[in-house]
């Protein structure tokens, strides 16, 4: 039998909700086995981000190498790269290794509001990483940052947006309608072919603490099982959803709390 293996680079929050611990969490909950290199410590709780430690670029680099030569890696998921330099090494290690799916969250902003990704580390991002990517997966302002233009409101600028975010390198967009408004969050899946609509009830919760970092995870362990794109991102809307859904059976922190990652199990 073989074991599916999906690793996580990204960073790590010290409250456990979101970063390389939601990411952890979510491939255990969907049948995977996690490994992880971590590009950030953030001092970090369910109210905000009171501090990031960056590691050095050469270190991740290490990390990176050290799963790698030994695991067998049927998906990679990228989340907080923190700085120019660890993304340089994560690319220059993606095309050493050359993973069958890469699925990248370009997280710049935490729930909280906090920073995430340094300003100048925007265009190595649009340019090192997104022409690697199976697929990216930004919310709604993080689709317009990365284009530089207005938060999209309608179905078409929306679509647009992820045809122009493809032009950049990547195989497909998964726009994600988390911040947006009316009685359903619907994300939409752009690809080379077509857009799938994908609605679920926008939900009265707070506890939303890492629910992109999650859906995104959702999406590289469905790959690692050996998924096509539509049905991992089909399985993964459903999923979070239902992290969503629970969230409320858990009373985590004084802010956002986090989804439930083990709803099926308590």
């Not at 680099?61 to 330099?85: E, P, R």
């Not at 990704?117 to 993080?142: K, Q």
Request: glycine share 10%.
């Amino acid at each position: 039998m073989t074991t599916p293996v999906a690793l996580t680079i990204a960073g790590s929050d010290s409250s456990g909700g979101a970063g390389i611990q939601a990411d952890l969490k979510t491939f255990a909950a969907l049948g995977v086995y996690g490994a992880s290199a971590i590009t950030a410590l953030t001092a970090q709780n369910t109210r905000g981000v009171t501090g990031i430690h960056a590691v050095p670029a050469d270190f991740v680099t290490a990390q990176i190498d050290a799963v790698f030569s030994d695991l067998a890696v049927g998906a990679v998921k990228i989340g907080m790269v923190a700085q120019a330099a660890s993304i340089d090494a994560i690319a220059a290690a993606l095309m050493r290794w050359k993973p069958r799916h890469v699925v990248l969250d370009p997280v710049m902003v935490a729930t909280s509001g906090d920073r995430l990704l340094a300003s100048e580390a925007v265009e190595a991002l649009r340019t090192r990483l997104i022409p690697l990517a199976s697929v990216i997966t930004p919310n709604l302002p993080e689709a317009a940052a990365l284009l530089d233009e207005p938060v999209a409101t309608s179905e078409a600028a929306i679509e647009s947006q992820g045809r122009r975010l493809m032009a950049l390198g990547c195989r497909a967009v998964l726009i994600k309608g988390g911040h947006g408004e009316g009685a359903d969050s619907t994300d939409y899946l752009v690809d080379s072919e077509k857009t799938i609509a994908l609605a679920a009830p926008r939900l009265p919760t707070r506890n939303t603490h890492g629910t992109g970092c999650s859906l995104s995870s959702a999406v590289a362990a469905g790959l690692a099982r050996g998924e096509d794109l539509a049905q991992a991102v089909r399985h993964a809307k459903a999923w979070i959803s239902a992290a969503i859904a629970a969230a409320d059976r858990f009373s985590v922190g004084h802010g956002h709390g986090p989804v439930h990652h083990f709803h099926k199990f308590y």
